[in-house]
């Protein structure tokens, strides 16, 4: 992290603050950012939603949820004066006038000037109305820093999107173009809360700044990749919003995480570590991405829905009984999907993406499996013969693994994996931060390394687009087809095991 005397005096303005991310995941970000002396000197944050608070009702409805968190009580009570809330719904005009007069009291009180960061942390049809009305009420005047000659001098407005960032091809590209009408490009931060995560920004440290796995990291060496996010609970409370159009596990994660890990996984190495050239190294493989033919997803893809299960003697219900979901729903609780980068580097080798609920076991990570040795010296061992692997755990226990061959002491000769460890807590005897205080951080400072841009997002969605249109167009007649607590559909594993491959399945 860079020094924090290059942090900006700011109003932190959060739309949709009354809502479980600003409680859950953004004060927690902040505070965290405040105890490790990591805010500017002068900030304010204000809650923006319809609801009447009053500030104090405010700071303690949000310290009531995660009281834990807040236990050093005189750093919160600090903490706390900085937070304040503005009761107005953000898509009528009429609200903006004493809103901004709020806002102008507050960055006077706060010392904050007009430098202002707008986070979007509502309901995805609220995004447009919203950044229309902020522009609208001239809360942007950035734009005209590109008219002086020493712009640094000049406030800076900046807008962090959430996700869902559209639902398809033509959605995403409609609202980058309104965001592209308020702000520029450099001050628009589409959140992905992955790409905040240690170890994807490790993944950089051990390709780049090594030089072991750069030479064996392509085509030539490496068989396959797996990159899987499954999750052990099912949609819970969250029904309604996951069966609606922009849920499911192609849409929800695939589209967005998933291909955000595989982009730094094989991304070429960028000329500096500046947010422009890895984002220059990172949208040429979005551009790579193979698109799958409509006719060709029944041999690349497969959806599954949970049914009834168990997990750790816990029972858990049909996706279907969930409340708010359509009995007959078609929603992809699950997703799995084959696909190609056509680049030098990477031709031929398949990338296999999986993410699921209710699966038997929480874990993000990233796969290599690399190809036989070109002569098998071991040849009467050969069936016990296992792929050098790495491992990449994002996470839980984030770390990373090297399997590879090692002989079983004793006068015989015997072949065995073994494996290289390195976890992150044990080494460096600490958790990582959580991803929300890393991106917030890097809001505040103006490095856009870790946030989507908008051509990232559009390829994105290209790609999945034909599986998502052959889903729709043709129900699947035996969903459920997975059981709550399990490794997902069989279907998933024959698609490996028609390339004589299996999914890394830890214990
Ligand atoms: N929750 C998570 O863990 C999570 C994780 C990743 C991404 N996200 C994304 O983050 C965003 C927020 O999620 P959330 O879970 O916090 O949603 P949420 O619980 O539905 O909260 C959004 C808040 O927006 C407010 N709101 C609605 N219409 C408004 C309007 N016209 N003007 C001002 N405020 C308005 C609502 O409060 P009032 O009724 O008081 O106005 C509501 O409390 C969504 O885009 C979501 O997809 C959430």
């Known amino acids: 992290m860079e020094n924090k005397d290059q942090l900006h005096p700011c109003m932190i303005v959060i739309f949709g603050a009354s809502g479980d991310l600003t409680k859950r995941k953004l004060i927690p970000a902040l505070f965290d950012l405040y105890t490790r002396k990591q805010m500017p000197e002068h900030f304010a944050v204000v809650g923006v939603s319809r609801t009447e608070f009053s500030d104090d009702d405010f700071r303690q409805k949000l310290f009531d949820f995660k009281p834990d968190n807040y236990s050093d009580s005189a750093s919160w009570n600090a903490f706390a004066k900085h937070i304040h809330y503005h009761a107005a719904d953000s898509t009528k005009i009429g609200d903006y006038a004493q809103m901004k007069q709020r806002f102008k009291a507050l960055a006077d009180e706060h010392q904050t000037g007009e430098n202002a960061l707008y ?172 698109v799958p033919k409509y006719d060709d997803v029944p041999n690349i893809a497969v959806r599954g829905q949970y049914g009834d299960g168990q997990l750790a003697g816990k029972v858990i219900k049909a996706y279907r009984d ?27 080798v398949p990338f296999y993406l999986r993410s699921g609920k209710a699966m038997a076991k929480k874990i993000t990570n990233i796969v290599l499996y690399f190809k036989p040795t070109p002569h098998i010296l071991f040849r009467d061992m050969a069936k016990q013969r296992k792929a050098n692997q790495i491992v990449i755990n994002v996470q839980p226990d984030e770390g990373i693994r090297i399997r590879f061959e090692g002989k079983v002491p004793g006068h015989r000769l015997a072949v065995k994996d073994v494996e290289l460890d390195f976890d992150y807590v044990k080494q460096w005897n600490a958790q990582p931060p959580d991803g929300y205080s890393t991106l917030l951080y890097d809001v505040m400072l103006g490095d856009q ?58 214990k």
């Open 322 to 348: 969930t409340e708010g979901v359509d009995p007959e729903s078609q929603c992809d609780t699950y997703a799995a999907m084959k696909m190609y980068v056509d680049t030098w580097r990477w031709g031929g």
């Open 119 to 290: 986070y979007l942390s509502m309901a995805p049809q609220f995004f447009e109305p919203t950044i229309n009305n902020i522009s609208a009420a001239e809360m942007v005047t950035e734009g005209k820093r590109y008219c002086s000659l020493d712009r640094k001098q000049k406030p800076w407005q900046r807008i962090v999107v959430e996700k869902p960032f559209g639902s398809d091809p033509k959605s995403a590209t409609h609202l980058n173009s309104v965001l592209a009408n308020v702000f520029e490009e450099t001050e628009i931060y589409r959140i992905d809360h992955y790409l905040g995560k240690e170890l994807v920004q490790n993944l950089m440290v051990l390709r780049f700044a090594n030089a072991i796995f750069e030479p064996i990291w392509n085509q030539s060496y490496i068989d396959h990749v797996q990159i899987t996010a499954s999750e052990t609970v099912g949609v819970e409370s969250r029904g309604a919003y996951y069966d609606g159009p922009t849920g499911g596990a192609m849409r929800d994660m695939v589209q967005s995480h998933l291909l955000q890990v595989l982009s730094v996984m094989a991304m070429e190495p960028p000329v500096s570590l500046k947010a422009e050239d890895i984002r220059t190294e990172k949208i040429k493989i979005f551009k790579a991405m193979r």
């Open 449 to 506: 390394t870790l946030f989507k841009h908008r051509d990232e997002i559009e390829c994105a969605w290209h790609a999945v687009q034909p599986v998502l249109d052959y889903w729709n167009d043709n129900p699947q007649f035996d969903l459920p087809n997975y059981a709550a607590g399990t490794w997902g559909p069989s279907a998933a594993d024959i698609l490996m095991a028609q390339s004589n491959r299996y999914w890394h399945n830890p």
